[in-house]
């Protein structure tokens, strides 16, 4: 969201504007109530845009009620007074945050975009950081605590910007006409070009400044245009347009359009914005709308709004990492302490440092400069949290990397002391090799590891058999996608088919006879997925029946098409059985403070009878491959991973999986033994 400045609109000789408070009441609110539950308010999101009009119209209405300064005064004056209001509430929040995120958020998927995320959002960048791949509306973005900074971002580039656009304004009426026509066709501009990368970029229409210009250019346009209409004595009606315009705003918020024409609903929201604060700055405007937006409630939300709008975020995120954002009562928690931390935001960092003497008294050019001191210093102290993370970490995930992380640093090979793996990078292709071992086993031949993040995952795997056997081993990527799961639809996604027939060509390529391709993936439905839990009956219905009999069919087909070439080739190519999956995230359930949430109710354990029942398929369709395609194996990993009638995600207190379908360092060890005798078995048998 927009970075929800509340400055003190009471200089000079133009008077507060109390309906303004009331319009970020409405942002905020509908913000949040969007972030708490999307059903609550559907279209809450537009409090962004909101937000945007009426940042560009306040910094213009305050900027043009102080006195002319030359242009040098006029950016440190700019500056400095943007510092004040936005830095110092943004580097609390940012750092308690940082803080409360190491000491409770371990390294995962779901946590991937983070710290990232954090570091950019020190220098007013993370909205250019998320918009390399961070769909707004994805689950990553939902447990990142530090997501909701990119509309600062977008704000802070904007006030580049901004005294370029304004300052002729300041100086003379010819300078004014200037100024409302540079901002007029920057508007213009930004607009078509958001409306363009709708469709072909959404993410940089949703995160980047030039996309998002139009909305704050709105707020300045309609500052402009409303002071020379002034100027003219031409009065624009109040009561009955703001009334409207608050209607329409309100009307936007649960107003559902075809995915096609979404944007429409963004841009009713900003007419219905600008018609509200045009309406209602003129003196002597009342109606049902101006009592409404400065009522006493609506205007003291409207102060709190830009610390409000820092911590409701954080709190929720760290919500849903511990003890859950789902039941009634816990979204009132939240909420409640979102409003508190906003409260004591503004009372005791927002207002002090706006109010403070001394840094009123101080040059406009020390004020910047001591400013971007702080946010220096600031990042250097999350800089160091960060490094520091796993020693802070109450997460026994962080405490306990080795186990539960396949690739972690700390995952040592204690028991070959003066053996090295050396790792060639290539692409999408990273090659193992041992190197400084004494004389030992070797071969010629190479295992390729092939697949998404279930290939990945054996890393830790790969290294040991380089280093015991000699074995070069070889992962190759496919971008995230499932390589011949037999059942998942991805597979069928355009960037898939791409991502997979370049691995294909990849391994006809690169693989000799001799060598071996082996193919871990996710060939069950899931019954957790990091961030949402699905149904046993989902599941079932998702591998059994005849429709998904004749799916499974045609995934053969392909499978034996794409397999065929391989094999042609002299090149043995290895399964890997299903493995056991589980109905809670391990890595998300395994501390204090994490194991009631809502998202490990369905517990760490699973009955093998339905892991088998639901394997019968898949090893049904390895063994037709096997029939068609020479040089078809397949390895069980299961028999290591749950040897008993019932199966868990934790071994005697340490993780075999880290997830809820991928296995651990931990695992990674414990099948070490396993996979290395099939693999010199197989390789032994084609010689």
């Known amino acids: 969201m927009n970075q929800i400045v509340s400055p003190d609109l009471a200089v000079r000789s133009d008077r507060y504007l109390a309906f303004v408070d009331g319009l970020r009441a409405i942002s905020i609110v509908s913000v949040l109530l969007y972030h708490l539950d999307r059903d609550f308010v559907p279209n809450g999101y537009i409090g962004v845009d909101v937000f945007f009009v009426i940042s560009g119209f306040v910094v213009s209405y305050a900027i043009a009620a102080r006195k002319p300064l030359g242009f040098a005064s006029f950016l440190a004056d700019f500056y400095a007074r943007r510092i004040l209001r936005i830095a110092p509430a943004l580097i609390v929040c940012l750092l308690l945050t940082s803080l409360l995120s190491f000491l409770f958020i371990p390294d995962a998927w779901l946590s991937s975009q983070q710290y990232k995320t954090a570091q950019m959002a020190f220098w007013g960048l993370s909205n250019v950081q998320l918009a390399q791949g961070t769909d707004y509306f994805s689950p990553v973005t939902e447990f990142n605590p530090f997501t909701h900074t990119w509309s600062l971002g977008v704000e802070e580039q904007f006030y580049l910007l901004f005294p370029l656009l304004f300052f002729p304004w300041t100086r003379s009426r010819s300078g004014r006409r200037y100024a409302v026509l540079a901002v007029m066709v920057?508007?213009?501009?930004?607009?078509?070009?958001?409306?363009?990368?709708?469709?072909?970029?959404?993410?940089?229409?949703?995160?980047?400044?030039?996309?998002?210009f139009w909305q704050l250019a709105a707020g300045v346009a309609c500052f402009q245009i409303s002071a020379m209409l002034r100027d003219r004595n031409l009065a624009f009606p109040g009561a009955a347009p703001a009334l409207a315009g608050l209607a329409l705003l309100v009307v936007t918020l649960w107003l559902r359009l075809p995915p096609e024409h979404a944007w429409a609903i963004n841009v009713l929201a900003v007419i219905a914005t600008v018609v509200i604060i045009a309406s209602l700055q003129q003196q002597g405007s009342r109606g049902i709308a101006t009592a409404l937006l400065e009522a006493r409630p609506a205007r003291f939300v409207g102060k709190i709004s830009y610390s409000l709008y820092l911590w409701h975020w954080p709190v929720f995120v760290l919500a849903r990492w511990t003890v859950g954002l789902v039941t009634p009562v816990q979204l009132a928690a939240a909420?409640?302490?979102?409003?508190?931390?906003?409260?004591?935001?503004?009372?005791?960092?927002?207002?002090?440092?706006?109010?403070?003497?001394?840094?009123?008294?101080?040059?406009?050019?020390?004020?910047?400069?001591?400013?971007?001191?702080?946010?220096?210093?600031?990042?250097?102290?999350?800089?160091?949290?960060?490094?520091?993370?796993?020693?802070?970490?109450?997460?026994?995930?962080?405490?306990?990397?080795?186990?539960?992380?396949?690739?972690?640093?700390?995952?040592?090979?204690?028991?070959?002391?003066?053996?090295?793996?050396?790792?060639?990078?290539?692409?999408?292709?990273?090659?193992y090799r041992r190197s400084g071992c004494p004389e030992g086993p070797s071969s010629s031949a190479r295992v390729y590891f092939l697949g998404d993040s279930?290939?990945?995952?054996?890393?830790?795997?790969?290294?040991?058999?380089t280093l015991v056997t000699g074995i070069e081993t070889v992962l190759v990527s496919t971008a995230g996608c499932p390589f011949l799961s037999l059942h998942w639809p991805r597979e069928g996604e355009p960037d898939c088919v791409a991502a997979i027939r370049n691995a294909s060509a990849v391994l006809l390529s690169q693989a000799r006879p001799g060598d071996l391709i082996f193919m871990p993936s996710m060939r069950m439905p899931r019954l957790d997925d990091q961030f949402a839990q699905y149904s046993d009956e989902s599941a079932l219905k998702s591998v059994f029946g005849p429709a998904k009999a004749a799916e499974r069919e045609k995934a053969i087909e392909r499978a034996i098409d794409l397999l065929r070439p391989l094999a042609e080739k002299g090149v043995g190519l290895l399964f890997e059985a299903p493995k056991p999956i589980f109905r809670a995230p391990a890595y998300r359930c395994s501390d204090w403070f994490n194991r009631n949430n809502p998202a490990c109710k369905g517990g760490l354990t699973i009955e093998r009878d339905f892991v088998e029942r639901l394997r019968g398929p898949i090893l049904d369709a390895f063994h037709q491959i096997s029939t068609k395609v020479p040089g078809v194996s397949v390895w069980d990993p299961l028999p290591t991973l749950c040897p008993g009638p019932s199966c868990g995600a934790l071994l005697d207190g340490k993780p075999l999986f880290s997830d809820g379908d991928h296995i651990s360092g931990f695992a990674n060890t414990a099948l070490t033994p396993s996979f290395v005798a099939a693999v010199t078995t197989i390789l032994d048998r084609r010689r």
């Open 454 to 465: 279930h290939a990945f995952s054996y890393i830790h795997l790969m290294k040991r058999l």
């Open 186 to 212: 920057g508007l213009m501009l930004s607009l078509s070009l958001w409306l363009y990368l709708q469709n072909v970029a959404p993410l940089k229409a949703f995160y980047m400044i030039y996309a998002r």
């Open 335 to 431: 909420t409640l302490l979102a409003f508190l931390l906003a409260v004591a935001s503004y009372f005791f960092v927002e207002r002090p440092v706006r109010r403070s003497y001394r840094l009123r008294a101080m040059p406009r050019y020390a004020v910047v400069a001591l400013g971007l001191a702080c946010v220096g210093a600031s990042f250097g102290a999350f800089d160091y949290l960060r490094d520091n993370r796993s020693r802070l970490s109450l997460s026994t995930v962080m405490q306990n990397r080795e186990l539960w992380l396949a690739d972690s640093p700390r995952n040592s090979f204690a028991d070959l002391p003066n053996c090295t793996i050396q790792a060639l990078p290539a692409g999408a292709i990273m090659t």
